[in-house]
């Protein structure tokens, strides 16, 4: 049943970061209660009603200027050099400072997380930020918990994000929040979002790891494994995707990753395991059928032993954590 719309007021400015502010507004203006029911009301607030520049040199024309914006449910922060070193901060840290006490929600994406630590609203919370600028971050502002590894975190009615990607991933939390899980996933569906990541799960991921050692066609074969996991990752089938022969490839795969082939298709189907059991309504059999295990026993031998506990204790943990 569709329900009243929220408004989101997403900041602009010069030197801000494309990214954070189209990943996010693209995918709240993808959510709706039913065809042509939208769950927002966007709106891009500028300095001033002069259009501005992103980084990449991209203009954006505001719809209102910080002097004559509505009140809004959400406000959200995009990151950007401009925020973060040049003029722009100012103008925007005193328009917040006014407008988020009575604001239910306010969220920021990679660096915009540097207007909410300079009005202190962060203090002694915990905060994320794109990896980058983890050090820099903490050293100005020691009150601050950083996460430096977190895709997105929620502490009080503050949401701060890594930045680029991780802003997409926290606006379909906050779409999950308001609307529920399915116009969520439809949102992610729509914006061929590979998968809908939780805020917990870190920002250079596993496999990401084993593909920036790579070279040649092997990244491309990590690549193939991960969408390939329920099928047949033998040691042969392997050699032959990588057009080379079983000791060949056993040997220029060893020396790459440092684990065997075998080792490394476990870890492959142990980490994406992991995941899916963070998912609501995880089933631990069907889990272990659809990354490629034998057997619901063998999924649980395997996953006890990389992890020190049971996956349906692993499962329960989180959901009480969540």
């Known amino acids: 049943m569709a329900s009243a719309r929220r408004s989101i007021g997403i900041l602009g400015y010069d030197g801000i970061n494309a990214l954070d502010l189209i990943g996010p507004m693209e995918a709240f203006a993808s959510a709706e209660w039913e065809a ?9 607030v500028g300095p001033s009603m002069a259009p501005f520049a992103a980084e990449s040199g991209a203009v954006f024309q505001p719809a209102v200027d910080l002097a004559h914006a509505p009140e ?5 922060i995009p990151g950007g050099i401009g ?15 006014e407008r988020e006490p009575r604001t239910r929600r306010v969220a920021s994406v990679c660096t915009g997380v540097y ?4 009005l202190g609203l962060l203090d002694g919370r915990r905060a994320a930020t794109h990896w980058r600028h983890v050090a820099d971050l903490r050293g100005r502002f020691p009150a601050l918990l950083v996460d430096a590894d977190a895709l997105f975190v929620k502490d009080g009615k503050y949401y701060t994000a890594a930045g680029v990607t991780a802003g997409i991933d926290l606006a379909l939390a906050l779409i999950e929040e308001d609307c529920g899980a399915p116009v969520a996933l439809s949102v992610a569906r729509e914006m ?8 917990g799960q870190s920002q250079y991921s596993e496999p990401l790891q084993f593909q920036t050692r790579a070279v040649d066609g092997m990244a491309d074969l990590v690549t193939w494994m991960l969408m390939h996991l329920k099928e047949d990752l033998s040691l042969e089938v ?3 995707r990588a057009n080379l022969g079983v000791r060949h490839f056993s040997r220029r795969f060893k020396a790459q990753f440092d684990a065997t082939p075998a080792d490394f298709v476990l870890n492959l189907r142990l980490t994406e395991a992991r995941r899916r059991l963070t998912l609501p309504r995880s089933n631990v059999d069907k ?9 619901a026993q063998a999924f649980r031998r395997a996953f006890e032993k990389h992890y020190g506990v049971s996956p349906s204790a692993y499962r329960d943990a989180f959901a009480a954590q969540a």
Request: hydrophobic letters at 45%; one cysteine or more.
């Open 36 to 44: 042509g029911q939208r769950c927002y009301d966007l709106v891009v």
């Open 72 to 76: 809004f449910d959400t406000i959200l």
């Open 83 to 97: 925020l973060r070193c040049g003029t722009a901060g100012d103008t925007i840290d005193r328009w917040l400072r």
């Open 115 to 118: 207007v909410l630590a300079r």
């Open 192 to 199: 061929v979002v590979y998968v809908k990541r939780p805020g």
């Open 238 to 240: 392997l050699a032959d």
């Open 287 to 295: 889990i272990a059928a659809s990354v490629g295990f034998p057997s």
